[in-house]
């Protein structure tokens, strides 16, 4: 009965992955828009079109500000062009979140639409730091049910770039369904959460290993890939981090509390 119903699971969220990637119109970690390889000299003739573009995408996507303060061609090497690879400009942008500026990597191609020539975004990072949030207020969830109430979440798994075709309302659950079933190694283990605790804080736990065990549960019942490092210091090195200090400090302890191979 138990196989039946985990052989029942496993249609069902096939079922629910087919009509994510139907819907989200996404595949997720593989643009579907392929490059018309422009030559530097074509893509140069755009240059006064990258700001805007990349500006109004970013402002059409997700309603923020983004100031371009870096573009070159990618792909030039110093005795001309690589012709093996793909021409793109390669653009940072600045996006503002609250009192922070932070920069962000954007891929800018270009394809001809009804003769004429266009730049577009295919991909960016800034997708990724969208995901970071909602994977940490995810884990945050589970972390609140432990007996532990000072830490800090990080998830250290969202440094890549990421199709711009790829909506933003993907949940963190549809996320780890897909990462988990991609075919992709590499892919596949990219949820990985960093949990720093102060060590009174570890000292509150009579068995480390169990204080997860809801999400070990669900990630079991799902098969679904993921990676919890504990990371645990002592008090007053724990309020630096906590502050912002990007001073190195010796841990205390390194445990790999969450480690689920689906």
Request: proline residues 2%; charged residues 25%.
């Amino acid at each position: 009965m138990k196989h039946l119903r985990k052989l029942l699971s496993n249609i069902m969220m096939g079922v629910m992955l087919l009509g994510l990637f139907c819907f989200t119109g996404c595949s997720f970690f593989k643009s579907t828009n392929e490059s018309q390889g422009f030559s530097p000299i074509r893509l140069e003739k755009l240059e006064d079109t990258v700001d805007t573009v990349v500006e109004e995408y970013f402002m059409e996507k997700y309603g923020v500000e983004a100031t371009v303060t870096y573009k070159n061609v990618a792909g030039n090497v110093f005795l001309g062009p690589d012709p093996s690879s793909v021409q793109y400009y390669n653009v940072t942008v600045n996006i503002a979140d609250g009192d922070i500026d932070n920069e962000y990597n954007v891929e800018v191609h270009g394809r001809e639409t009804e003769g004429t020539d266009e730049l577009y975004v295919k991909c960016e990072s800034y997708y990724g730091q969208i995901i970071k949030r909602r994977m940490e207020e995810w884990l945050n969830d589970y972390v609140m049910q432990t007996v532990f109430t000072d830490y800090l979440i990080d998830f250290t798994g969202a440094t890549q770039r990421f199709p711009a075709e790829c909506k933003i309302e993907l949940t963190a659950e549809e996320i780890i369904s897909i990462t988990s079933n991609s075919e992709s190694a590499t892919v596949a283990s990219s949820i990985y959460f960093i949990l720093t605790l102060p060590k009174s804080e570890y000292e509150k736990s009579k068995d480390i290993s169990n204080e997860l065990e809801k999400l070990a549960f669900y990630l079991e019942e799902n098969d679904y890939t993921i990676t919890v490092k504990l990371y645990v210091y002592d008090d007053d090195d724990y309020k630096q981090i906590k502050a912002g200090s990007n001073s190195h400090f010796e841990l205390i302890e390194s445990i790999e509390l969450i480690a689920y191979k689906g």
